[in-house]
């Protein structure tokens, strides 16, 4: 799945993920992690068709923006995205 990382509307990363489901790398690391709002978007509708499912023109979810505060940078951050065609959730995991 595509994801792309954003803060006050500049891309800071643009990866696709793994056969697990993680990226290969963080997405931010040392200096470029610093405190601010972030924004996460999921390209979940490319995905879900690349992987056979078949979804409505336009399909319910296609890309899921999760926008997030970073507040401190020395700490880890990982935020995982549960989806299905109709639903989500996301949290910050560890």
Do not use: C, K, W
């Amino acid at each position: 799945m595509r994801i792309v990382l954003r803060r006050d509307g500049d891309v800071l990363a643009d990866m696709d993920t793994n056969q697990d489901g993680r990226v290969d790398r963080p997405l931010l690391e040392g200096a470029a992690l610093r405190p601010g709002v972030y924004e996460l978007s999921f390209h979940v509708g490319d995905y879900l068709r690349a992987t056979g499912v078949e979804l409505p023109d336009p399909p319910f979810l296609d890309v899921i923006p999760i926008r997030f505060g970073i507040a401190e940078p020395e700490a880890h951050y990982h935020v995982p995205l549960l989806v299905s065609p109709y639903g989500y959730s996301t949290y910050r995991g560890s």
